[in-house]
């Protein structure tokens, strides 16, 4: 097909549109069994090029893309041509079964189906639209028009976004040199032919920016510190406890019994230093006071009976040599390091601050998070009405933010305005700002064309997961800010959420990270091709039947996640649901291709799993 002005004649819709019957195929006749589908990736997919063949082959006439099913299937025995997944002449590998090769057939055949179905869709919805004026102009047709050698809207063979990315191309999308690129920008920028980050690398990569930025240290009072993370090392600035103190109430008694007891109010907590005690006497202490010289032991008033008429003590159990004493530097001494940096400041870890002698605490502030919300269909309030819908991120991203621990602002709306969106990015304060849709390449996502026109160095742009491919991470300049672009659909922006905004958080707030685990997963699970999902889970144990009790159940000390029998897939996980992660206390890591009932998957916990209420949601 060759390039067209503005007014060329386009096809009729009928044209291009396959018979209604084809579209409204039963699902069973459209999709694979789960068998078929959860073979291993080397069995299900033949080569990349093999399964994007040139435009030109993928768009020849209906009758041509669709031969005779006695064409498509060779006679069973018979090895298969290389383009279905058979071994090609003078290769080692064997001519598959019959059986697997009829189900990798049935699958790219399945697969061509749906990216036909959507590409004809697409194509509908860019009826009236005009032709780039690179075409028209003779230049580099643009990837999305038609001179390109395939229909406007549908995904090159890299494309990482999928057909929902692609649907709308942008007139004004920025070319390879639109975008800095840096070193850790593991793709080019030119949006139509640029691969996917892979989802370990976009999670290694959003780590490595938030270690980038110089760390702050903020000295904060202890009733100021809670939430906060410790900057330096905890060392110890006196000897814990600094001095021999009693642990009971009792009688600090010298030497063997019975024991004379000395006539006075005893031995309290907090005054001068006793004077020494004799041998064979006795003298009433408190617990937490200081331990006389040359005592012996405590002993516990339950355990002495005093005889006043004669003045003695009598002890009713054996009496041990430095029993119920609390020696100095039992606990720890002088310069010893009590915690780490890198600890989150929890109410115990102010109580051990002040008991070493601190009044306040080096801490890493925490990041500062502006959230701007994207999309003139959004709805505050109300039930969903003409074509509007509930804005379901906006009340969900500031908490979630919070329990990474962020300090975050309060959403800001801008609805579908490019201009809006330059200026709120540009005059931003924040460590990082994360939007909301506008990621993918529709008319009026303007995330890519802003980051575009203000110079941002783009580190990911599209990541091989699902949900939530479309999600990018730029750099706004030389040391930040940063900003997380999310997907759209809910499901998706928490894929995006676990993928780049929770490792970037991590390392700006001087979190260590956890180190991962692994839990059997009870149901077989779908996996995508080449892509890694992301799915809900709940944990369980043998014979409850409810989720395991906490996070702290579900990790074992090697890390594989023993203490917890397994974990359930939940449903209700498509891109725009959230009903699934509502339920869930995790989400497994699915590698392409799915995995079978009883394989290990890795396990994301949700942040607000152990929260308490003095947390303020800033722990995980």
């Known amino acids: 097909m060759t390039g067209h002005s503005g007014n060329a004649e386009r096809p009729r819709a009928s044209d291009r549109l396959p018979p209604r019957a084809d579209w409204l195929l039963p699902a069973s006749d459209r999709l694979l069994p789960a068998s078929d589908r959860l073979l291993p990736a080397s069995d299900r997919l033949s080569p990349r090029a093999d399964r994007h063949p040139p435009a030109s082959d993928r768009l020849s006439p209906r009758a041509d893309r669709h031969p005779p099913a006695s064409d498509r299937h060779p006679p069973a025995g018979e090895p298969l041509p290389p383009e279905v997944g058979g071994a090609a002449p003078g290769s080692r590998g064997a001519a598959p079964e019959p059986g697997r090769a009829a189900a990798r057939d049935r699958a790219a055949e399945a697969e061509a189906e749906d990216d036909e179905e959507r590409a004809v869709a697409q194509a509908l919805a860019l009826v009236g639209r005009q032709a780039p004026k690179e075409a028209d102009a003779g230049g580099e047709p643009d990837p999305g028009s038609r001179a390109s050698g395939r229909p406007q809207g549908r995904p090159g063979p890299t494309d990482p976004a999928g057909p929902e990315a692609a649907a709308f191309p942008r007139r004004d999308s920025p070319t390879s040199a639109s975008l800095r690129t840096g070193p850790d920008s593991p793709v080019p920028h030119d949006r139509a032919h640029h691969r996917a980050t892979p989802w370990r690398e976009a999670r290694a990569v959003a780590a490595r920016s938030g270690r980038a930025v110089p760390p702050r240290t903020v000295r904060l009072p202890l009733d100021q510190a ?53 041998d064979g006497e006795a003298v009433r202490i408190a617990t937490g006071a200081r331990i006389p010289a040359d005592v012996t032991a405590v002993i516990r008033s339950e ?185 759209g659909n809910p499901l998706a922006a928490v894929s995006g959420l676990l993928t780049l905004a929770e490792p970037l958080l991590r390392e700006l707030s001087g979190r260590p990270s956890e180190a991962p685990y692994r839990v059997p997963v009870r149901d077989d699970v779908h996996g995508h091709p080449h892509d890694t999902r992301l799915i809900p889970v709940v944990h369980r144990t043998a014979g409850a039947p409810g989720p395991a009790s906490g996070s702290a159940t579900r990790r074992a000390d090697t890390g594989t996640g023993r203490d917890t029998d397994h974990v359930v897939p939940l449903h209700y996980n498509g891109p725009a649901m959230l009903r699934g992660v509502a339920a869930a206390d995790g989400l497994a890591v699915v590698e392409p291709g799915g995995v079978r009932s009883g394989t290990e998957v890795e396990i994301l916990d949700l942040p607000w799993a152990p929260a308490t209420p003095w947390t303020e949601g800033c722990f995980t």
């Open 226 to 278: 809670l939430g906060q993370v410790l900057s330096e090392p905890l060392g110890a600035l006196t000897d814990l406890p600094s001095f021999d103190t009693s642990a009971m109430d009792g009688w600090a008694v010298a030497g063997p019994g019975p024991w004379a007891i000395r006539d006075d109010v005893g031995i309290l907590a907090g005054h001068a230093p006793p004077s020494p005690l004799p």
């Open 303 to 487: 355990h002495a009976f005093a005889d006043e008429a004669k003045g003695l003590l009598h002890a009713q159990r054996q009496v041990n040599p430095g029993q119920d004493i609390r020696p100095r530097g039992q606990e720890c001494r002088s310069g010893d390091q009590l915690l780490p940096a890198g600890v989150l400041v929890t109410p115990a870890v102010l109580g051990l601050a002040a008991a070493a002698g601190y009044d306040e605490l080096p801490t890493r502030p925490r990041p500062r998070v502006d959230v701007l919300v994207l999309g003139d269909e959004l709805l505050t309030a109300g039930l969903p009405h003409d074509g509007l819908i509930r804005d379901a991120l906006g009340p969900m991203i500031g908490p979630w933010l919070r329990a990474l621990g962020a300090e975050v602002s309060a959403p800001r709306r801008l609805g579908d305005d490019a201009e809006a969106l330059r200026q709120a990015v540009t005059a931003s304060e924040a460590d990082l700002i994360v939007t909301t849709g506008g990621t993918a390449a529709g008319p009026v996502d303007h995330v890519h064309p802003v980051l575009a026109r203000i110079g941002a160095e783009l580190l990911v742009d599209g990541v091989a997961v699902r949900p939530g491919h479309p999600m990018l991470l730029a750099r706004l300049g030389a040391a930040g800010p940063y900003l997380v672009g999310l997907p």
